[in-house]
């Protein structure tokens, strides 16, 4: 048996149904039994590859990069969506927002996604130090939440000033794609204070405890399964990806090194604050 994780914090359960019935397609692909390992944080599951606990995972680009560090994963394929296998970082606030430019975060309640969220927490903090905000001082709260969707909800219903997240943009600039495009009545509610990047895309890897054998053949069913028109929709509602790409190291050395820079400079150093409302408040789970 194979077991296959994803940051499942804030999933719906008709997500979790979409993730069961892709993991149980890509398992007939690769001729293998697979489970499923539903993590409770990026770090959660990048912690379970350490441990063994998982052979193969869903990732954002930050935590992948951690893992091959430690030489613990290799990459399989990256994640498409909307064309492309890089996003963007946005800064979103509530539509009728005070807050127009990065300057007026200063003392405002911010949501993070996840310490290891590229497009949720580390990029954003580096853009906002680069025009001025120093994120180690500069707001009243910080929360993590552990997800994109429950980081626009946040914003939407004003328990936070303002949050981090991901965002596609067009070559011409525009935004095509945002996490607030999948809550409902977000997109009316929020709009774009600043954005950043562009940033490698997610990615599909393995353990390096798999043998080669093993990881070339989740590899093949992964790209098969991007382009069966039986199983495409399920990689769309249960990732929100196009397709799957074979993996090219494009944009992850730039990726490695302004995480370094920024772990050197003390911009990822944040102190949660406490919320009494997080634990049982179903809109912020999603």
Known sequence: MLVFGYAAEGASTALRERVAQFSAAL???AHAELAVYEAASYEDLAQ???RGEVDFAWLPP???????RRGAAIPLVSAQRGGDTAFHSAIIVAKGSALHEPADLAGARAAWVDRYSASGYVVP???LAALGVDPRSAFAEQRFLNSHEAVVRAVVAGRADFGATYAGVSAAGELTRGAWMDVKGAAEAIRVLVRFGAIPGDVVAASARLTAEKRDELTRSLLAISQDPRHHVLLAE???ADEFRPWVSA???ALRRL???ASKRGLLEADEDDD???EDDDSLQG
């Open 125 to 127: 903090r580096v853009g």
């Open 259 to 261: 995480a370094e820079e």
């Open 238 to 240: 249960a990732f929100g």
């Open 276 to 278: 009494p409302d997080d």
């Open 62 to 68: 930050l935590a992948f990069v951690a893992l091959e």
């Open 48 to 50: 379970a590859m350490v």
């Open 251 to 253: 944009g992850y050395d």
């Open 27 to 29: 398992g007939e692909l």
